[in-house]
């Protein structure tokens, strides 16, 4: 066949404009990260009232805590795995299921062992849908908005985190702590059927797993409606010769191994600022002096910061690159620990848990963005997944230190330990911005 007769279908999509293909796929992972924050935030602010309920120092939460998270870390890494070999269509549905069903069976919980076990479960789930959203997102966007179009999408991800707070401060006095995962639950099951009716695949890995694939035609064809194709037109994308068959090593190719070390270490700083800051967000500020529905309402308040933080930041990443995350760090820092000056009115302490949660997630957010940039359509999944469940590993370690800091230390010097991680988080910013920016403009082409 004549390579007249071949199409790049990485190269038709990085170039053209958003179109209605795009955008669908946008609006179905956004609806996907809504719900998997929903079920995430779900135990954050169900944990004061569960601390009541069984009559327990803050610290029982972190046995929890840290099981939810170490199902995250592993649900990172079998669903990014699952998304390069079977799709990210399979993966993110599959990932879904994952947790709707043992956030359902939460509220039968009696102990915190059987808590944790069902959070551990759970966070299979939660854990697995985000590297497929990445790589769905990445595929899909245009590369002019690659990084806006990844981080808006996480804007869901706050408004899921925003909106499971009102539903604990208006409901769990009334039906009691296990209403946030009846919610979740729920709507996860709700979810998984709509992504099985309406999510596409990934038209890049279709390409670079199943070029001869009828569906990948169809896609294409809906994605890219003034690109004319025949029946003899083969679809493809184009890649190095070291890219054409799976392979864990590739994300230590070239320059990645420098890139991916340093990727882990910022997704493994990061989270010991974020994660332990929004999951011990509530109890932190009732500690400072705020009542329960206030404390709840400041975290909705927080996560909707953190949505308006994110799509600021997401145009200048796209602009100016890893820098802008290496400032959202530093900001992150500083609000986190004017959070722990003693006797703030509460106005400052909204204020300053609404900059820091925001600031926070938006480096947070801002790592995600980048992250699937460096990798090759392959082995994206696995590249996604192995810096976001290190990442979830260092929550175990944030979270439970966290939990014993609460019950032993001044409230200013556990702000102080949760902020410093974001101190290398914005190192790590500063070297991909000056290193890493060759190696993530090869990678955007596949």
Known sequence: MDRTDEIDVGEVLRDRPLGRFQIATFALCVLMLFVDGLDYSAANVAAPAILRAFKAEPGAMSWV????????????????YIG???????????????????????VFATTFDQLAAFRCLAGLGIGGVIPNTVALLTEAAPKAVRVTFIMAAFVGYSAGNAAIAPVAALFIPKFGWPVVFIVAGTAGLALAVMLGLFLSESILFLAAVRPDSGRLRMLFARAA???????ETRLLARRSAKETRFSLALLFEGDRRFITPLLWLAFFAEALTYITLSTWLTVILERAGLAPAEAAFTYSYASLGAAVAILIIARLLDRFGPLVGAGSALAAVAAIVALGSPGLPVPLLTAFAVAGIAFGSATHNSL?????????????????GSASGLGRISAIVGLVSAGYLLSNF???VVLFSIAAPDLAVAAVCLALAYYGRASYQVAETG
Not at 69 to 80: N, P, Q, R, T
Not at 84 to 106: E, M, Q
Not at 225 to 231: A, D
Not at 374 to 384: A, L
């Open 65 to 80: 805590f840290g099981w939810g998270y170490f199902g995250f870390f592993i649900g990172s890494l079998v669903f990014g």
């Open 84 to 106: 390069d070999k079977l799709g990210r269509k399979t993966g993110a549905i599959a990932a879904v299921l994952t947790y709707s069903v043992p956030s359902l069976l939460t």
């Open 225 to 231: 409606p003034e690109v004319s194709i025949s029946k």
């Open 368 to 384: 995600l963005g980048i992250v699937g940039g460096y990798y090759p359509t392959i082995v994206r999944g696995n590249g996604v």
């Open 410 to 412: 001044p409230l200013q």
